[in-house]
């Protein structure tokens, strides 16, 4: 057994306020929001330890691609001022050490019980609690039942004829073995070619004896540019956190980067091209910020994206490679990657690519795979085959509301909330981060510390008029998803196969599950749901709110002291 809550009793006919499911960056605030408000609060953590992403997510290369001085939590100015990033953007183990850091600093662990899985949730009618089981033998209540399980979390092992009875190891890259594994001298196997491949396959062809990437689909990767954190920028950052935060807010994305408002089309094209050719020196995700236009008219994507296939041809010798690691598809379309010298790594001789877009894997052998009846043999296969994205963890769990009704039952044509928080017929049940919020559009920190703040700020509503439950209005709801799918469909973003619409996993329903609209504008509607005593729900029939005492976040975006 590990470490943490190995032996421990299992607990029962214990009543809590809330329970959280997950003590990733989102259950963590959740808990110390909830401490803040003097409400009892037992978390649930399958792992042994706090970081949920950043726990599992240990294949080598792994780091942030979002900038760490904004990568990071913003509700406490002693933690904002006493944390240092050691690069530009962190690796996983410097993000890990900083959740056990915050972890230790408001002493979180003692209210978490690790190595125990949610297995089910049943909302009681007759007292309006939720009825919580794991697989430890806990059995336990609460009033409220918060998800922070995380949008990338259920690693997605596709199920590949003969892979029980391979001999050699088969590692995912989201659940990387604690140890490590030595790749010196070995054949090495990689299927996928996402965020996570294109981190990890330069390290990997670094010590092993020969790679072979299998790809489905060619990634668009734009240069990551990392480096060792500027003390000048962090001194200049610190000295005025508070309004970088603000400002960042602002942005679609909820962080900062160089954003040209123009249109792509506005500039000539050799303008143009020295244009691009300046956001690639600067690198980074902020590169789909060198037009405005760039994911909402096809012409201007068109552009951006021959000048990353030129790229690609300029960096890889063989021609043909090239043309196989050259996407045709919309430009930032599936996630942007970004990488340290993906491209570059297929121009080593041991290194080879196989496309399995046409003639996919047909079946695994003791010691490798078929495809288009060529064998390949192998020491060790890497799946970077990503995530059941948004929805995968939470299907795991029977969450059942209102009259026996499931919640994987509700969600079958696709995710289904008001503003990505709550879900008709689920009362008092609240997802950080869910689909329907901006989530995995934005930068993660900030989306959670908004949710976490709104949920607790609507804790202390409905406990100050003494009402029992909240739910959303189907109206509103319906209204929601509405609203969701038709700024889905204005951007370029919706039309390709990619996990933000479910469609990396067969069978799942293809549907648009992140709102695409942008934070701020998301924060106004959550903010107006504030102001009107949360119009667009139905508190405990016909319980009056009483107005807001204290707004947790503005309209001009500065986040207020909590209440
Ligand atoms: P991913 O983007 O979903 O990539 C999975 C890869 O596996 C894709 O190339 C996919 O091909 C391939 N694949 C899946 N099933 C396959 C099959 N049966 N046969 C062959 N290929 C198969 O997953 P990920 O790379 O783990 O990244 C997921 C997300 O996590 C990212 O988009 C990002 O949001 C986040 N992430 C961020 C970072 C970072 O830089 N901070 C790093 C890693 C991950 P298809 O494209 O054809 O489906």
């Known amino acids: 057994m590990n470490r943490r809550d190995g032996n421990r009793q299992p607990e029962t006919d214990t009543a809590?306020?809330?329970?959280?499911?997950?003590?990733?960056?989102?259950?963590?605030?959740?808990?110390?929001?909830?401490?803040?408000?003097?409400?009892?609060?037992?978390?649930?953590?399958?792992?042994?330890?706090?970081?949920?992403?950043?726990?599992?997510?240990?294949?080598?290369?792994?780091?942030?691609?979002?900038?760490?001085?904004?990568?990071?939590?913003s509700f406490s100015e002693g933690l904002e001022q006493e944390w240092s990033w050691s690069e530009k953007y962190a690796s996983q183990p410097e993000i890990l050490d900083y959740a056990r850091h915050v972890a230790d600093r408001f002493d979180l662990r003692r209210d978490i019980r690790f190595q125990t899985r949610v297995t089910t949730a049943s909302f009681d009618e007759r007292d309006d609690r939720w009825v919580v089981e794991t697989d430890r033998g806990d059995r336990v209540t609460g009033r409220y039942l918060v998800s922070a399980v995380g949008c990338l979390s259920a690693a997605n092992l596709p199920a590949f004829a003969g892979m029980q009875d391979c001999q050699v190891p088969i590692l995912h890259t989201g659940r990387w073995p604690h140890e490590g594994f030595d790749f010196t001298g070995l054949r090495v196997g990689v299927i996928g070619t996402g965020s996570s491949a294109i981190q990890s396959i330069p390290v990997i062809a670094r010590d092993a004896e020969a790679v072979v990437v299998f790809q489905r689909t060619p990634n668009y990767a734009v240069p990551a540019r990392n480096a060792?954190?500027?003390?000048?920028?962090?001194?200049?950052?610190?000295?005025?956190?508070?309004?970088?935060?603000?400002?960042?807010?602002?942005?679609?994305?909820?962080?900062?980067?160089?954003?040209?408002?123009?249109?792509?089309?506005?500039?000539?094209?050799?303008?143009?091209?020295?244009?691009?050719?300046?956001?690639?020196?600067?690198?980074?995700?902020?590169?789909?910020?060198?037009?405005?236009?760039?994911?909402?008219?096809?012409?201007?994507?068109?552009?951006?994206?021959?000048?990353?296939?030129?790229?690609?041809?300029?960096?890889?010798?063989d021609p043909e490679v090239a043309q196989l690691l050259s996407p045709d598809n919309v430009f930032g379309c599936k996630r942007l990657c970004v990488d340290s010298g993906y491209y570059d790594t297929f121009n080593l001789p041991h290194v080879d690519l196989v496309d399995v877009s046409e003639t996919p894997i047909q079946y695994f052998t003791e010691t490798g795979l078929v495809v288009a009846d060529q064998r390949y043999d192998f020491d060790v296969i890497?799946?970077?085959?990503?995530?059941?994205?948004?929805?995968?963890?939470?299907?795991?769990?029977?969450?059942?509301?209102?009259?026996?009704?499931?919640?994987?039952?509700?969600?079958?044509?696709?995710?289904?909330?008001?503003?990505?928080?709550?879900?008709?017929?689920?009362?008092?049940?609240?997802?950080?981060?869910?689909?329907?919020?901006?989530?995995?559009?934005?930068?993660?920190?900030?989306?959670?510390?908004?949710?976490?703040?709104?949920?607790?700020?609507?804790?202390?509503?409905?406990?100050?008029?003494?009402?029992r439950t909240i739910e959303p209005l189907a109206v509103s709801e319906n209204a929601w998803i509405g609203h969701v799918n038709e700024v889905a469909n204005e951007s370029l973003r919706s039309t390709c196969s990619s996990w933000y619409v479910g469609a990396n996993i067969p069978g799942r329903p293809r549907v648009f599950m992140p709102y695409i609209g942008g934070f701020p504008a998301y924060l106004d509607r959550c903010n107006a749901e504030t102001e009107t005593s949360y119009a667009g729900f139905a508190i405990d029939g016909d319980t009056a709110l009483a107005p807001p005492r204290v707004y947790p976040w503005t309209t001009r975006w500065n986040l207020a002291t909590p209440t």
């Open 382 to 467: 890497v799946c970077a085959t990503g995530f059941a994205a948004m929805t995968g963890s939470l299907d795991r769990i029977r969450i059942t509301g209102r009259k026996g009704m499931t919640l994987k039952d509700k969600w079958r044509s696709g995710p289904r909330t008001y503003l990505g928080l709550m879900s008709a017929g689920f009362p008092n049940f609240f997802t950080v981060t869910g689909p329907g919020s901006p989530s995995v559009l934005a930068n993660m920190m900030p989306a959670i510390e908004q949710h976490v703040d709104w949920i607790a700020h609507c804790f202390t509503r409905l406990d100050d008029a003494g009402a």
């Open 16 to 73: 809590f306020d809330v329970i959280v499911i997950g003590s990733g960056f989102g259950g963590m605030y959740m808990l110390h929001r909830l401490r803040s408000l003097g409400m009892s609060a037992r978390v649930y953590e399958v792992a042994d330890d706090v970081g949920g992403t950043w726990y599992w997510n240990r294949y080598p290369g792994a780091r942030c691609d979002i900038e760490s001085m904004q990568y990071s939590y």
């Open 228 to 317: 060792p954190m500027n003390p000048d920028y962090e001194r200049g950052i610190k000295a005025n956190y508070a309004d970088f935060r603000a400002l960042a807010r602002t942005r679609m994305p909820a962080f900062l980067f160089q954003y040209d408002k123009r249109s792509a089309l506005e500039l000539s094209p050799p303008e143009r091209e020295r244009h691009y050719e300046d956001y690639w020196r600067r690198g980074g995700l902020g590169f789909l910020g060198a037009f405005s236009d760039l994911l909402l008219n096809q012409e201007s994507n068109d552009s951006i994206a021959e000048f990353v296939r030129g790229k690609i041809r300029s960096v890889v010798k």
